[in-house]
């Protein structure tokens, strides 16, 4: 059984930062694109930043030069470094990533985190 756990969200002040982790743990054989959602109250889930296997990333323009995105392969683990935080920031963020369980001649299954909640205050 394959899991995304999160850590790492909180209560911010506006401008303050935050370091989101999500590990990746269970029978993995390999894992692809891992990335960061969000989901504020009554609004759609939205892309936050992707990262591929090999370190390319992409960012939702919102966040462009305040969020980093980064993933240690060793750890199975990706993280978002959130940084100028700003109210309309807050948000449940969930991690996801597109995993290949068991072994090599499995199919790729996408896998969604618990999220985690971040609060910006103003």
């Known amino acids: 059984q394959v899991q995304l756990v999160e850590s790492g969200g909180g209560l911010v002040q506006a401008g303050g930062s935050l370091r989101l982790s999500c590990a990746a743990s269970?029978?993995?054989?390999?894992?692809?694109?891992m990335g960061w959602y969000r989901q504020a109250p009554g609004k759609q889930r939205d892309s936050v930043a992707t990262i591929t296997s090999v370190g390319s990333t992409n960012y939702t323009d919102s966040v462009k030069g305040r969020f980093t995105i980064s993933r240690d392969n060793a750890k199975n683990t990706v993280y978002l470094r959130m940084d100028s935080l700003k109210p309309e920031d807050t948000a449940v963020y969930y991690c996801?990533?597109?995993?290949?369980?068991?072994?090599?001649?499995?199919?790729?299954?996408?896998?969604w985190g618990q999220g985690t909640q971040v609060t910006v205050s103003s």
């Open positions: 996801n990533a597109d995993i290949r369980p068991y072994s090599p001649t499995y199919p790729i299954r996408n896998y």
């Open positions: 269970g029978r993995i054989s390999g894992i692809r694109t």
